[in-house]
């Protein structure tokens, strides 16, 4: 157990960092001081961003403002980006303030790179995404308007590297795209609802789940 007072930093506010926000003020009790700084001001819930370019989901739906459910749980929340961090001093630095840690838990995902792929990407490229709210509102108004020209083709994939399991309501596809081992593209669908209803329920459980710190479920995979 910690003594009290250790400052645990965690850079993230998504999945990995409020989760590991909740499972270390559940594991040391209030003896430490948990602060999670993220550039995003909200949790998203990701796996709803394709029905927001169906148009079936606001994005505000999906999102849980962080400050007040981090707050309830007596941990502090700081909306900014970290741009340096500091090892030997125990330190990372916002544009304003430095934040001194005896543990740091860094959990910033991904950085997307539409470049290694040429032409790949909304921005610059011929191809739309469903990363971050707002490609997914740039999809959602691309799809709308091809729907309304009534004419071209429309084309659904992931780039190599990616897969993915998708609901489209009555049926659920998988696509692989594996950059090494052939066959190397592969595109599999089940029809039914069942993987609607599942998703539906996931949404609700995970959302309730940042908001109110539900326990976590594991299904022993
Ligand atoms: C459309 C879509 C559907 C998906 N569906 C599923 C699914 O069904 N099942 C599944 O398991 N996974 C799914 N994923 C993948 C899942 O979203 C990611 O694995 C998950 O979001 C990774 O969580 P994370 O906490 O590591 O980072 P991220 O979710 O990428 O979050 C990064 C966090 O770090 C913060 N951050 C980044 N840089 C800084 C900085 N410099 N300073 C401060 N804060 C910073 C951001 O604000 C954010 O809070 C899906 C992804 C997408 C895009």
Redesign the pocket.
């Known amino acids: 157990m910690p003594q009290a007072g250790t400052k645990i930093v965690i850079?993230?506010?998504?999945?990995?960092?409020?989760?590991a926000a909740y499972a270390l003020r559940r594991k040391l009790g209030r003896s430490a001081e948990i602060t999670v700084?993220?550039?995003?001001q909200e949790?998203?819930f990701?796996?709803?961003?394709?029905w927001v370019i169906m148009g079936w989901r606001d994005p505000a739906r999906i999102q849980v403002p962080l400050a007040e459910p981090l707050a309830r749980r007596g941990i502090r929340f700081v909306h900014?980006?970290?741009?340096e961090l500091d090892a030997a001093k125990g330190t990372v630095r916002?544009a304003n303030t430095r934040f001194p840690y005896d543990h740091l838990v860094i959990?910033?995902?991904?950085?997307l790179d539409y470049a290694a792929v040429p032409g790949l990407g909304p921005a610059g490229g011929f191809t739309r995404s469903?990363?971050?709210v707002s490609e997914?509102v740039g999809a959602r108004d691309a799809l709308a308007r091809a729907l309304a020209a009534e004419r071209g083709r429309i084309v659904i994939g992931a780039a190599p590297g990616v897969s993915?399991?998708a609901d489209a309501g009555d049926t659920a596809y998988y696509f692989s795209a594996d950059p090494f081992l052939p066959p190397r593209n592969k595109v599999a669908h089940k029809k039914g609802k069942w993987a609607h209803y599942l998703?539906l329920a996931?949404e609700k459980y995970y959302l309730a789940r940042i908001r109110h710190d539900w326990p976590s479920v594991h299904f022993g995979w």
Do not use: H, M, Q, Y
């Not at 850079?11 to 989760?19: A, E, I, K, L």
């Not at 700084?37 to 995003?40: L, V």
């Open positions: 850079v993230g506010g998504s999945f990995g960092g409020v989760n700084i993220a550039k995003d949790f998203l990701t796996p709803s961003l394709p900014a980006a970290v741009e916002t959990s910033a995902g991904a950085e469903t990363f971050t997914a993915c399991i998703k996931f």
